[in-house]
């Protein structure tokens, strides 16, 4: 029976679509805790390779019959010698070409909807690694936020639409993911924004994201707000008066750690003053799109993610925390691990080092860790 490869495409095609897979993981136990594929309608077995060397007989009776069932590992070649065996068995099965490295930098752009007066705006879905990032698109001009380091992925995707890229921002200095955003401005010869307050040790010429910046791509006016607290110098857009991009400040199940340039207890204040002053006065039918998602539930059925403004008022837990000291103990208490490298994925971003690909993969390897939880 022939082995077939499932391509990250295919299987980011499956979780949007809720349809049913079975994904037998022969990655490590601990990798596959920390890290895995998820989706609604996903079955999972956790077998490491090591205890398949001597025959899959133990785990057939464990397949299902009635979904497809896709093969991982880390980098690809040990989920093909499983899959293989389990042909020899009789078992249909694919493997995931790539692995969860291609997992990991897969990204799915998915129409958010149509702006104002002309033209569209994509986000752009890392299903891998919760990342999310935007091109918005108007008589053909685009701009670009908080972009992954897949740098060929969007100026492909501009030049499939006739867009020439015009204004790349990125909201602040990641920590959990490198950006590819001076790559791009460099190649298509547009303005790289970064915040002043985040780039003090940049090494690399930046334009200024201030408060109240407006720039335009066509018609389409995109209106800087400074909403600090993720970092110091994070900065949300109002795009088209009908869309809230808040980076790592708010997302729809939670909000934004301060700590991860070891300043939580400086920056919490800034936090809760972004989140409960500057945020409260902007309009409630605003469309919230975040930088990252932190569970699958959080994606609509179209395989976007943002809810209106006004209705996280009213569900997210931590835009509902009246007392001050609570929600201060809340969000300096309650932090999850540090993002994988993030103190070298820093640096890059700063452009102090450079490492080579397969080092940046490796950096970014593992779930976004950008939220309180």
Not at 50 to 74: K, M, Y
Not at 142 to 165: H, N, P, Q, S
Not at 266 to 282: F, K, N, P
Request: overall charge negative.
């Amino acid at each position: 029976m022939a082995v077939k490869a499932m391509t990250a495409k295919e299987v980011a095609r499956k979780v949007i679509d809720n349809e049913p897979l079975f994904i037998l993981d022969v990655r490590n136990g601990d990798a596959f805790a920390d890290w895995k594929i998820e989706g609604g309608n996903i079955q999972y077995l956790n077998t490491p390779y090591f205890d398949l060397l001597d025959g899959v007989e133990d785990v057939v009776s464990e397949l299902p019959t009635d979904r497809d069932i896709l093969i991982v590992c880390a980098k690809e070649g040990s989920s093909v010698m499983v899959a293989e065996m389990l042909a020899e068995e009789g078992v249909e099965v694919a493997y995931l070409e790539g692995g969860m490295k291609a997992w990991s930098e897969h990204l799915e752009p998915v129409k958010v909807g149509d702006l104002k007066n002309s033209g569209e705006l994509y986000q752009f879905v890392r299903l891998g690694k919760g990342c999310l990032s935007y091109m918005a698109i108007s008589d053909g001009e685009a701009a670009l936020i908080d972009a992954t380091r897949m740098t060929d992925r969007y100026m492909d995707f501009a030049k499939e639409k006739g867009a020439a890229i015009k204004h790349v921002f990125d909201t602040h200095l990641h920590a959990d993911h490198i950006s590819g955003g001076r790559i791009i401005a460099k190649a298509a010869g547009a303005n790289y924004y970064l915040p002043p307050a985040d780039a003090e040790e940049v090494v690399f010429p930046y334009t200024e994201l201030v408060d109240g910046l407006e720039v335009a791509i066509g018609t389409t006016k995109i209106e800087a707000l400074y909403s600090p607290g993720h970092t110091i110098g994070s900065t949300s857009f109002i795009l088209d008066d009908q869309y809230l991009m808040t980076g790592d400040i708010l997302f729809i199940d939670s909000i934004g750690r301060p700590d991860l340039a070891g300043l939580a207890e400086d920056w919490v204040g800034d936090l809760r003053e972004s989140l409960y002053r500057r945020y409260q006065e902007l309009a409630e039918d605003l469309n919230v799109l975040p930088a990252h998602f932190m569970i699958i539930d959080e994606l609509n059925g179209d395989g976007s993610v943002y809810r209106k403004l006004g209705d996280l008022f009213k569900e997210n837990h931590g835009l509902n925390i009246e007392d001050e000291q609570e929600f201060r103990d809340m969000v300096t208490n309650n932090l999850p691990p540090q993002p994988n490298a993030y103190e070298d994925i820093r640096k890059t971003n700063m452009g102090k080092i450079t490492p080579d690909e397969e080092v940046q993969r490796e950096m970014e390897i593992g779930p976004n860790r950008c939220a309180v939880r």
